[in-house]
């Protein structure tokens, strides 16, 4: 019998508040960022199987300085932004074109907030998620771990040279899955400080 295969999807939302429904997702991405079958990972050679869509706001409620930090243009998308339904049903069918046979693991640093987000908009618009009700990988977990790091101690900013991206951080949904997609590879495959 063949083992079973996660296929990881760094995920990156850009949203004008701190939760779903009384506030709106305005743009996310989704991109692959590995496989592993319990003994292989396997990182891509290059970042290019990705889904990235803006979003028409869901209610007139939001936070300025959650659009001052991500720049998206609120008032265009209520206006011309796609219909959150179409959006979510063409993400959730990608997610399970790219998977194939194995299995979609969501990943992102932290997870907490992104899989929030995108959990609750699968299945409040497409009724289940790709990643069904728990499948998903905390960047910060994993890196407090083989780190040997209190989580609290674990933010990005603390990142070794090693583990980074050489992408910027720029809060455009698709960059930053990007960037995020190879410190997953870079974690996923450290051994620790000191150990090679």
């Not at 295969?5 to 995920?11: I, W």
């Not at 496989?35 to 891509?44: S, V």
């Not at 990235?52 to 243009?73: K, R």
């Not at 790709?130 to 101690?153: E, I, M, Q, W, Y």
Request: hydrophobic fraction near 40%.
């Amino acid at each position: 019998m063949d083992p079973v295969q996660d296929v990881y999807f760094s995920a990156d939302v850009e949203t004008d508040g701190p939760i779903p429904g009384p506030y709106s997702m305005l743009s996310f991405a989704l991109v692959v960022a590995g496989t592993f079958d319990g003994r292989k990972f396997c990182r891509p050679r290059e970042y290019t199987q990705t889904f990235y869509s803006e979003l028409q706001p869901i209610s007139e409620v939001f936070e300025p300085e959650a659009l001052a930090i991500n720049g998206l243009d609120r008032d265009r998308l209520l206006r011309e932004g796609p219909d959150p339904a179409i959006v979510m049903g063409a993400a959730h069918d990608w997610v399970v074109r790219m998977a194939g046979s194995g299995r979609p693991v969501l990943v992102a640093y932290p997870v907490s907030f992104d899989w929030t987000w995108l959990y609750w908009y699968f299945v409040r618009y497409t009724t289940s998620s790709p990643f069904n009700h728990s499948r998903c990988f905390d960047l910060k977990t994993a890196f407090a771990v083989k780190g040997r790091l209190p989580v609290s101690a674990a933010g990005r900013s603390e990142l070794p040279l090693q583990l980074r991206s050489h992408r910027p951080h720029d809060h455009h949904a698709l960059n930053d899955a990007i960037e995020q997609a190879e410190i997953f590879a870079n974690i996923f495959e450290w051994k620790g400080p000191g150990r090679t």
